[in-house]
């Protein structure tokens, strides 16, 4: 005869099974292979991923694979893409290739730095005035709709043609410094949610203290959100240095994609028909913003398995 | 040990915070150490105010706690600290007091971080076996487990086991047990009545007056803010003095009695409007007997 | 009307196999009976409700049949089963107070359901102002935004809505868990008028507080773990259980008037199983202090006394 023991709530058949139980309890947290398993099957995100790695990868192996430099001149004028050159030539005679490859480059690193210090801001502002509310936010998010509103890419115009930027790490600052207020609203707004939840309390309760929370107990719940953003800053980024070096507001001394785009444009390669000139930057600044974002709605599936089409 | 002198809390609602809410008035209380306060009243009572504002969770609008005579409200960084190492809380949501994305014990770890650093591996070992066996836990049931792993009922009794590893005189169980299943619940009620014979002091906040009734040493009844009854438990339950406790009273389906039929509507049919403090009746707490107190009332404002 | 349910088996598919939520069950409801169903979470008891009206798409209807009056109730088929929802299986579904559309004022909210069933919102207006008096709600309250109503008034409304077309079922899944004390009381006595009223001819009060049902249901049908253990009268089932869960669920809740110092109550020790590998035989014997051998062979869900049935072998003790 078996007598309750009224003191143990252990599992006493020993199975250490995981029980999902039909009751709406709380959601289960998958296991880093799971969700591995759902990432390799998301067909936005592989497809995104490989168009991304395929650039990212040319842009780091390219440039050995050439021994042209971007801006050396004295190459055949005007040549369609052929067996010596990959990618044709300029109309003032340049190797396509090679600034096609050194551009790549270049969209990556503007890409990655503009993204770093955006979501560095972003992230500041965000967990600050998420956390702190009160007065503290409510001067935050003044200065974030301020930034906000500023149509960025006017200004962005204005200061560029103004400061001449010259290197890559101004345009990346530049562009960061303009384009984080979307995210902090964001970070804001889930930081606000999770701030009234009990486990905050607890951790106040445990002796933890205000930016430790944040960092300990708030941004790791969001860790996969926060990555989504940081991929859309970045693919954001790529595409407003495109358009500032294509405007010829970007350095000058250094190739990029859109840099490429401007002097196809004002050599008149649409109307000579050189379309391996124009083409290929184009395609480059496209399918690495595209890819990017197409990513971002696939990784958004695989974390959020209520928007998965299992 | 603790105790709340008329204390208040008022919220700003409302755009640019015009409008004003009155949670708590005038709450005067206290909690001796090994002994059980339950603090009953439905939902916009004040509550859960109450226990967060004794947990510092929330600021005092007016009155005082004081715990072993010193200001809760006025401590500092520092002294906050200590604080939590004599008061702690356990909340209603098992699942929602976890962060999700890390395993259950790190509660426990959280604490020994800030609390415990001095202890060797050896002694955090034996403290946390035994803290847990308080508890009516197995470790190796529950450590490296994750939240979503575990039952409500282990899940709480870790929090009271991680409340336990610091040497507290009061725990602050903001209605612990309601979202455990029925079978679970006497167990960990069990629990809390365990540690009271213990020395503990604990307040036990909930809406079940059940619940209350059986664990409590004396019962405080609120109503939107105000304590409408008070006093020993026995006495409140047996000998009920103020409409409203006796509505409740009336009110909890009991297993072998069926609710009698009663001409006046039962429970606030019309619209709950926030709260409203003269309709409890503003009168004086009075003495109705030896431990038992109740609001007088004011005329012809009950009943409604 | 009479319901008349046979050997109904739904499961929930998941990543790790079948959970085998309602795993065999069979009981019949007579005209104007309130049957409440009880149980713990995870139990299957809103499950067998949601099967009946089959509201959740991830339900895998494996077995069984629901007779309603007589007619098949298409519980395997979604699209079929719109015919029957809301006239004549109605359900009010768990946390439907918090369920009401933020920013559509109750008034429009219930013309669009009236009309998405084809049936005039002002030729039911005098009889939906009738039952919201009924319930002790003003007309107004269909101008007002959900916001602006109390947890009662809400779940008034809801049950008001639920019940407008006068359906032959009613499930009411866990409607009175998240009220307080007194309010639980005026919605649970609400619920017996409506049968009272013929509003609902027969329904099913499904809650995990027995002292509930003890007030307003007249049989009680207990579950464990996807499986029927116990039915009865519910006076029978609350003073005389015969199956060991029940008697010890009963003897777990403290009434008002029971102390801890006088008398220390007990729980159940243990977890229900897992309802994706269910173990054979009985499923609550490893938590049960009568278990025997023969408990390793499931016991039949059978008439024990006159009206009595329990799922146990040794339910005659």
């Known amino acids: 005869m078996d007598t309750v023991d009224q003191h143990t709530d252990s599992v006493s058949t020993g199975t250490a099974a995981v029980s999902v139980t039909v009751a709406e309890e709380a959601p289960p947290r998958r296991s880093r292979n799971e969700t591995l398993y759902f990432a390799f099957r998301n067909r936005k995100l592989v497809i995104g991923l490989s168009v991304v790695t395929f650039f990212l990868l040319l842009a780091i192996v390219g440039p ?58 972003g992230m500041t502002v965000g967990f600050v005035g998420g956390y702190r ?165 696939g990784l958004d599936e695989v974390f959020n398995p209520k928007l998965r089409e299992t | ?139 190796a049931d529950v450590l490296g487990k994750y939240p979503h792993q575990l039952s409500g009922g282990q899940l709480q009794r870790v929090l009271i086991s991680r409340a336990l590893l610091l040497d507290i005189k009061i725990l602050v169980a903001d209605e612990i047990i309601s979202m455990l299943d029925a079978s679970t619940r006497i167990d960990v009620l069990n629990l809390l009545g365990d540690l009271k014979e213990r020395g503990l002091g604990i307040l036990f906040v909930t809406h079940d007056l059940s619940l209350g009734n059986y664990i409590s040493d004396r019962t405080v009844i609120l109503r939107r803010g105000l304590i409408v009854e008070m006093g020993r438990t026995e006495k409140v339950f047996g000998n009920p003095v103020h409409p409203y406790t006796k509505m409740l009273l009336a009110s909890v389906p009991q297993m072998h009695t069926k609710w009698a039929a009663e001409a006046e509507p039962a429970g606030d049919l019309g619209h709950e409007d926030a709260a409203d403090v003269s309709s409890a009746g503003d009168g004086a707490l009075v003495e109705v007997e030896r431990d038992h107190f109740a609001r007088s009332q004011h005329n012809g404002n009950e009943g409604e | 009307m009479s319901l008349a349910v046979d050997n109904l088996r739904v499961y929930y598919r998941t990543l790790h196999g079948d959970c085998r939520a309602l795993d065999g069950v069979t009981f019949t409801i007579a005209d104007g009976e309130i049957m409440g169903l009880a149980g713990e979470s995870g139990c299957g008891k809103s499950t067998l409700g949601k099967s009946l009206i089959r509201l959740d798409a991830r339900m895998r209807h494996v077995e069984g049949t629901a007779q309603l009056d007589g007619t098949t109730l298409p519980i395997d088929d979604t699209k079929a089963m719109n015919a029957f929802r809301y006239r004549e299986v109605s359900i009010i579904p768990q946390y439907a107070m918090s369920a009401l559309n933020p920013i559509r004022k109750i008034g429009r909210m219930i013309s669009e359901l009236l009309g998405s069933r084809g049936v005039s919102y002002e030729d039911t207006l005098p009889e939906l102002h009738r039952r919201l008096g009924l319930v002790g709600l003003d007309e107004s309250v269909l101008d007002l935004y959900p916001i602006e109503l109390s947890g009662g008034m809400k779940q008034r409304v809801v049950m008001v809505l639920s019940t407008l077309l006068d359906p032959s079922l009613l499930i ?45 249901a007249d049989t009680i049908l207990v579950m464990y773990a996807g499986k029927l253990v116990e039915k009865g009268s519910a006076a029978d089932v609350t003073e005389d259980p015969k199956h060991p869960y029940t008697r010890l669920l009963i003897a777990s809740l403290p009434e008002v008037g029971v102390r801890f110092d006088e008398q220390r109550l007990k729980g159940i020790a243990g977890r229900p199983p897992s309802l994706i590998d269910p173990p054979t035989g009985c499923r609550f014997r490893d938590r049960c202090p009568l278990a025997i051998e023969k408990c390793a062979e499931e016991p039949p869900f059978v008439e024990v006394a006159p009206g009595r049935f329990a799922a146990c072998w040794r339910a005659g003790d």
Request: aromatic share 10%; proline share 4%; glycine share 10%.
């Open chain 2, 1 to 139: 040990m603790l105790k709340l002198d008329d204390v208040t809390k008022v919220f700003k609602t409302g755009t640019f915070g015009g409008q004003e809410i009155t949670a708590v008035s005038g709450v005067t209380f206290g909690i001796e150490p090994g002994e059980v306060v339950s603090l009953i009243g439905e939902s916009g009572s004040g509550k859960t105010t109450v226990g967060r504002m004794i947990l510092r969770l929330t600021g005092v609008t007016g009155g005082t706690i004081t715990f072993d005579g010193r200001d809760v409200a006025a401590l500092g960084g520092r002294e906050l600290h200590g604080y939590y190492s004599r008061v702690q809380g356990v909340f209603q949501d098992p699942f929602s007091s976890y962060n999700p994305v890390f395993k259950a014990d790190r509660v426990l770890e959280m604490v020994r971080s800030n609390y415990l650093r001095g202890l060797s591996r050896a002694e955090w070992k034996t403290k946390l076996q035994t803290s847990l066996e308080t508890v009516g836990l197995e470790p």
């Open chain 3, 172 to 216: 009411a899944d866990e409607i009175t868990s998240a009220l307080d004390v007194s309010t639980q009381k005026a919605v649970a006595e609400m619920l017996v008028e409506f049968r009272d009223r013929q509003f609902v001819k027969s329904m099913i009060v499904i809650t995990h507080d027995l002292s509930i049902l003890y007030q307003i």
């Open chain 1, 64 to 121: 050995w694979l050439t021994d042209a430099t971007p801006f050396e001149f004295g190459y055949p004028t005007g040549e369609p893409p052929s067996r010596e050159y990959w990618l044709g030539t300029t109309a003032p005679g340049q190797d396509v290739f090679a600034q096609f490859v050194y551009g790549l480059r270049s969209s990556f690193v503007v890409g990655a730095l503009a993204g770093c210090v955006a979501a560095a801001i």
């Open chain 1, 133 to 297: 509310g009160g007065a503290v936010d409510e001067i935050l998010s003044v200065l974030t709709n301020v930034v906000l509103v500023i149509p960025t890419l006017a200004v962005l115009i204005i200061v560029a043609a103004y400061l001449s930027v010259q290197s890559l790490l101004a345009e990346a600052v530049l562009i960061g410094v303009t384009s984080w207020p979307w995210a902090a609203r964001a970070i804001r707004a889930q930081t606000f949610s999770l701030a009234s939840r009990d486990f905050i309390s607890v951790a106040r309760l445990s002796g933890q203290t205000g930016w430790k929370i944040v960092a300990k107990e708030i941004a790791p719940n969001m860790s996969s959100y926060l990555f989504l953003v940081f991929i859309l800053l970045f693919g954001g980024s790529v595409l407003i240095a495109a358009t500032l070096d294509f405007l010829g507001l970007g350095p000058s001394q250094v190739m990029s994609l859109g840099l490429m785009l401007n002097n196809a444009v004002s050599g008149s390669a649409l109307q000579l028909g050189m379309w391996w000139w124009f083409i290929p930057p184009g395609v480059g600044i496209t399918a690495i913003v595209g890819g990017l974002y197409v990513m971002n709605v």
